[in-house]
């Protein structure tokens, strides 16, 4: 009598069963590591660019306008230590993180730490966790020494070309990028102009026009260094010519 696999359900159909299970089960992704391909990347990517983007967008208005650090200092710090515990987590996510050798996805612990460590990006990690905060217990109050968080910008360009690639509308998004590269610009170019008027005593025409009545206020010393920034990038308007060398 014949007891092989010659009908279904037999004992050696169901033993290949098996072993195509067990097959399965070893090539199946551990969940402590990260497919840069899934929505979870994606989505901490999301939350990574949201911190490096305040932190670009709020030093330098705060370095250059006190009033506005000392009026919210609690919710400053509380923004400030979620970003650093975000960027801290992005080290240990990157720890864990997959990546192609000869087009097949590599989920070995050792060589996604070696491959981490060795990158240019672990570095840059580290340079921008540098606690030059503590400085401000020496120093006074001055934000911009978290400027090395803006190492971090490398991860923003991940989530730009992630965004391209899942997007139906690629060329919007490419506008909005831009729009934003623009407004960030004139942003800092107008800090720029009222810290180097303030610095100079906001002497001659050139400069911010602190001494002009109604010109004390936060939101006329901002609206007014953007506005001259906005003049001066898009190279429209008459502006004062420079008085000084350093004008």
Known sequence: MDTGDDGDGGPS?????????RRRRR??????????????YFYWL?????????????????????????????????????????????????FRTGYLEQGLMVYDSKKLA???VRSRAFLMDLCALLPLDFLQFYLGMQP?????????????????????????????WRVV??????????HWFGCFYYLLSEAQGFIGVWGYPYN??????????????LYWSTLTLTTIGDLP???????
């Not at 159909?13 to 299970?21: D, H, L």
């Not at 967008?57 to 370095?63: A, E, F, G, K």
């Open 144 to 172: 911009i020494l978290r400027f090395p968080r803006f190492l971090k910008v490398y991860r923003v360009y991940d989530y730009y070309y992630m965004v391209e690639s899942r997007t139906v509308y690629p060329n919007l």
């Open 13 to 21: 159909s169901q033993s290949t069963a098996s072993t195509r299970r």
């Open 46 to 94: 999301f939350v990574l660019t949201v911190c490096v983007l305040y932190n670009l967008w709020t030093l330098i208005v705060r370095q250059s306008f006190p009033e506005l650090q000392s009026g919210a200092t609690v919710l400053w710090f509380t923004c400030d230590g979620f970003s650093d515990a975000v960027f801290l987590l992005d080290v240990a996510v990157q």
């Open 241 to 247: 010519t420079p008085g000084t060398n350093v004008e």
């Open 114 to 116: 070696g491959h981490y």
């Open 177 to 186: 990028n831009l729009v934003h590269i623009l407004l960030i610009l004139a």
């Open 212 to 225: 002009e009545p109604g010109y004390q206020e936060l939101t006329r010393k901002y609206l007014g260094s």
């Open 27 to 40: 090539q199946r992704l551990p969940r402590t590591v990260v497919n840069p391909d899934e929505n979870f």
